[in-house]
């Protein structure tokens, strides 16, 4: 069975710092991965997608991610935080395999202090 | 280009009355979601259509819910009666087909508050 965790509901960083926020999965095959990321009363973004090609992902706004199945991780970094990245960041795990399955992580919640 | 639209993006009612949120989806996408947003259960996928044909509801959490996707340019998700815990956001997003590297394209969200 699918399942996504983000094992940390609030990050705080400080401006100019680096940022990660992670994301553990399961999937019984081969899932495509995806960042998406939440401003203040505003719909879903995608940040990058990983679809099985290179297993580091370069994404909007300096985002990347680097897809490690053996340790069924996709951590989303970012060497320098800026203040306009305060938003909440959603994991997502997707597959095919026994029907159409595409599960969201809880989120996690970056604040950026100045 | 035109994003997802979604209306209204507010939208404050009593309890009892109906409800209907409406959604066009991005030109050429033959996938399309209704998802719901909460503090208390985060965001839940609540119904997908893949050309104009529902696919799973399993999601939907009552009755009192329904959605129909009458042509590829506009679907709509209806509560009657609505009640004070269907207050959420309720976001609309479309894709180009259900491949699982198919990225969703999201709407900016009804805002709903049930009083």
């Known amino acids: 069975a699918q399942s996504v965790t983000q094992l940390d509901s609030h990050v705080s960083v400080s401006e100019g710092t680096p940022v990660l926020l992670r994301c553990n999965y399961s999937?019984?095959?081969?899932?495509?991965l995806f960042w998406y990321v939440q401003h203040p009363n505003k719909g879903l973004q995608l940040l990058l997608k990983?679809?099985?090609?290179?297993?580091l992902v370069k994404g909007i706004n300096g985002f990347e991610a680097e897809f490690k199945k053996s340790e069924t991780s996709f951590h989303l970094t970012k060497p320098s935080a800026h203040m306009s990245d305060a938003a909440e960041y959603f994991c997502?795990?997707?597959?095919?395999?026994?029907?159409?399955?595409?599960?969201f992580g809880a989120g996690t919640r970056l604040f950026v202090k100045a | 280009d035109a994003g997802v639209i979604q209306s209204p993006r507010h939208e404050v009612t009593e309890m009892g009355q109906e409800v209907t949120l409406r959604c066009k989806p991005i030109s050429g996408h033959n996938s399309l979601f209704w998802y719901r947003q909460t503090m208390m259960r985060g965001l839940e996928l609540l119904i997908y259509f893949n050309n104009n044909v529902p696919i799973d509801d399993s999601g939907m959490p009552e009755d009192r819910f329904s959605a129909k996707m009458p042509n590829a340019s506009f679907s709509t998700l209806k509560i009657q009666p609505s009640e004070p815990r269907d207050s959420a956001v309720y976001f609309c997003?479309?894709?180009?087909?259900?491949?699982?590297?198919?990225?969703?394209?999201f709407g900016p969200g009804t805002r709903l508050t049930v009083l």
């Open positions: 997502v795990v997707s597959d095919r395999a026994g029907g159409f399955k595409t599960i």
């Open positions: 999937s019984s095959y081969s899932p495509s």
């Open positions: 990983y679809t099985s090609a290179a297993t």
């Open positions: 997003a479309s894709s180009h087909g259900l491949e699982k590297y198919n990225e969703q394209f």
